[in-house]
């Protein structure tokens, strides 16, 4: 409700006082009718704060915690941060548990008769895990390639916005992790995320790990 009405008050005030922020230009644009309307301004910043938000913080845990229960794939990764890297990051990069959708016309899926109107929940950590899609799914790979994983959504006009931004943000902190706390190691069981069914993001609300403090870059 905070963040709704945060929203709401920047909107107003960047349609009477525009500058060159995104506010502005989710206000002032020439879109006609695919122009956010008012009331969609709070919801969309709030997709972006959390869609941008929970989802590389948590990927990043989870990636740390994938990287302790396979110390081999930890020793691939570090020993070659740079080559390694790209196919690491893909590897970690599925904190999202479900999405759910409706059916716009009767169709067959799968063996499955679904009517218009019907709601589905897509399981990413199923689809990731499918075995005519991927060589051994189960086993945790810093060098899968190819990965055809659907953590940011299958292809279509959903898929994630900011994927790349996400490969980016968890490149650069697995390699500032690498780099600056060489020893970070995973020292107590994780606190799992709880929420009221099964949480849109899954996960780890803590992880405690250890490491030798470095100085600060700069410092
Ligand atoms: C590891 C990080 C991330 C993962 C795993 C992830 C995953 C996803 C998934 C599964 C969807 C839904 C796709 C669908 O409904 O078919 C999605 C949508 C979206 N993501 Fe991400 N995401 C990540 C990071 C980000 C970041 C950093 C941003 C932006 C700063 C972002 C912005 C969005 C937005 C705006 C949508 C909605 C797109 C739409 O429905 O048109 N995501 N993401």
Redesign the pocket.
């Known amino acids: 409700m905070t963040l709704t009405m945060l929203m709401n008050e920047l909107a107003e005030h960047r349609r009477e006082h525009p500058t060159d922020d995104l506010t502005s230009a989710l206000v002032h644009n020439d879109l006609g009718e695919d122009m956010l309307a008012p009331h969609e301004i709070a919801p969309f910043f709030i997709?972006?704060a959390v869609?941008?938000n929970d989802?590389?913080r948590t990927?990043t845990t989870l990636g740390m915690q994938l990287l302790a229960e396979n110390p081999d794939q930890r020793a691939i990764w570090q020993a070659d941060v740079d080559a390694v890297t790209p196919t690491a990051v893909d590897e970690v990069?599925?904190?999202?548990t479900f999405?759910r959708r409706t059916v716009t016309h009767d169709l067959e899926l799968s063996g499955q008769d679904f009517a218009a109107g019907d709601k589905l929940i897509l399981f990413?950590g199923a689809a990731n895990r499918d075995p005519r899609m991927f060589d051994d799914p189960e086993h945790f790979d810093v060098r899968r390639d190819p990965n055809p994983h659907v953590?940011?959504?299958?292809p279509?006009?959903?898929?994630?916005?900011?994927?790349h931004?996400?490969r980016r943000?968890?490149s650069v902190v697995f390699r500032q992790l690498f780099a600056r706390l060489p020893d970070i190691e995973v020292v107590g069981d994780a606190v799992p995320l709880e929420a009221m069914g099964i949480p849109l993001v899954g996960g780890i609300k803590h992880l405690p790990v250890r490491f030798t403090p470095t100085a600060r870059v700069g410092a």
């Not at 990069?93 to 999202?96: G, H, S």
């Not at 953590?151 to 299958?154: H, L, N, S, V």
């Not at 279509?156 to 994927?163: D, E, K, N, S, V």
Request: hydrophobic share 50%.
């Open positions: 997709l972006l869609a941008g989802t590389t990927a990069a599925a904190p999202v999405m990413y953590g940011f959504g299958g279509g006009p959903h898929f994630c916005l900011g994927a931004l996400a943000e968890l």
